[in-house]
């Protein structure tokens, strides 16, 4: 029986939840098929212009190209998509590698007394949490109307871009157009 036991906690133990974020997005409509439409990706902050966003526009393209929309290249686009992403550090705390414990008592016929003392051992580290969130509008580029605006937001303690900018926008397009007006919780398994 303890073999079958210690088999499902470790099962459990090493089993992942996989990433989740919170995505809510809202839309027309009328907006249901962008098939074929062109689009090109613009940084919604100035501060995002630049290599870094070129890598990251380029990703959300294909994630767009992957539900219809093709890219503009030089030509006038249809659709305009504005990109925003920040990943922030929201909570530290100490965390200790160890620690070291020593006790003592005795005890007679009527009582007993212990005591005891307690130090950390190894090195003391920082857990930091991260809120990491995409923004992306998409927009009539005759009109300037704004035909979907959507938003992922996770938090967690990677907070790498290269590794979560990936995940957030996979969350955020999962099933596009999506329930408008909707917040869900989409997870995403190791494999996805």
Same mark, same amino acid.
Request: charged share 20%; aromatic share 8%.
């Given at each position: 029986?303890?073999?079958?036991?210690?088999?499902?906690?470790?099962?459990?133990?090493?089993?992942?939840?996989?990433?989740?974020?919170?995505?809510?997005?809202?839309?027309?409509?009328?907006?249901?098929?962008?098939?074929?439409?062109?689009?090109?990706?613009?940084?919604?902050r100035?501060?995002?212009?630049?290599?870094?966003?070129?890598?990251?526009?380029?990703?959300? @393209?294909?994630?767009? *190209?992957?539900? +219809?929309?093709t890219?503009? #290249?030089?030509?006038? $686009?249809?659709?305009?998509?504005?990109? !925003?992403?920040?990943?922030?550090?929201?909570?530290?705390?100490?965390?200790?590698?160890?620690?070291?414990?020593?006790? @003592?008592?005795?005890? *007679?016929?009527h +009582?007993?007394?212990?005591? #005891?003392?307690?130090? $950390?051992v190894?090195?003391?580290?920082? !857990?930091?949490?991260?809120?990491?969130?995409?923004?992306?509008?998409?927009?009539?580029?005759?009109?300037?109307?704004?035909?979907?605006?959507?938003?992922?937001?996770?938090?967690?303690?990677?907070g790498?871009?290269?590794?979560?900018?990936?995940?957030?926008?996979?969350?955020?397009?999962?099933?596009?157009?999506?329930?408008?007006?909707?917040?869900?919780?989409?997870?995403?398994?190791?494999?996805?």
């Amino acid at each position: 029986m303890f073999p079958l036991l210690f088999l499902v906690a470790l099962t459990t133990a090493c089993a992942s939840r996989g990433f989740e974020a919170d995505v809510t997005r809202f839309h027309d409509n009328a907006f249901d098929d962008q098939s074929g439409q062109s689009v090109t990706i613009r940084p919604a902050r100035e501060a995002l212009d630049g290599l870094e966003f070129a890598q990251y526009a380029a990703l959300v @393209g294909e994630k767009l *190209g992957a539900v +219809g929309f093709t890219a503009a #290249g030089e030509a006038t $686009p249809d659709v305009i998509a504005q990109l !925003d992403y920040l990943i922030t550090p929201i909570a530290s705390a100490e965390k200790e590698s160890g620690r070291l414990s020593i006790g @003592g008592g005795s005890f *007679g016929r009527h +009582g007993g007394i212990s005591s #005891g003392v307690s130090f $950390p051992v190894g090195e003391t580290s920082r !857990d930091t949490v991260f809120r990491r969130r995409i923004d992306l509008v998409l927009i009539d580029a005759e009109t300037g109307k704004h035909l979907w605006e959507g938003r992922a937001v996770s938090t967690g303690k990677v907070g790498d871009p290269a590794i979560i900018l990936p995940l957030l926008a996979e969350a955020l397009l999962q099933d596009f157009p999506g329930i408008s007006g909707r917040t869900i919780e989409v997870t995403l398994t190791p494999d996805q």
